[in-house]
């Protein structure tokens, strides 16, 4: 499973990380930090990571998904 960390620190909660995935991996605090809270979700599409302008997601892949 593929797993994304949030750095709280560094995040304005602007959405867009919420916005941009296509399979709905986060839901969003009042104040819109997000919550990676659907993490069997995720594909690996890094679209959340490239997106974001805070460079407050990481996201580690795992290689030991089936395709």
């Known amino acids: 499973m593929n ?3 949030v750095n709280t620190a560094w995040c304005k ?19 819109g930090t997000p919550v990676p809270e659907y993490q069997e979700r995720c594909t690996g599409c890094k679209l959340c990571v ?12 795992s290689g030991d998904e089936p395709k």
Not at 13 to 31: L, M, N, S, W, Y
């Open 50 to 61: 490239l997106r974001c302008p805070d460079f407050a997601i990481q996201l580690e892949v």
């Open 3 to 5: 797993r994304i960390s």
């Open 13 to 31: 909660g602007c959405g867009i990380c919420a916005a941009f995935c296509p399979v709905k991996v986060f839901t969003q605090e009042r104040d």
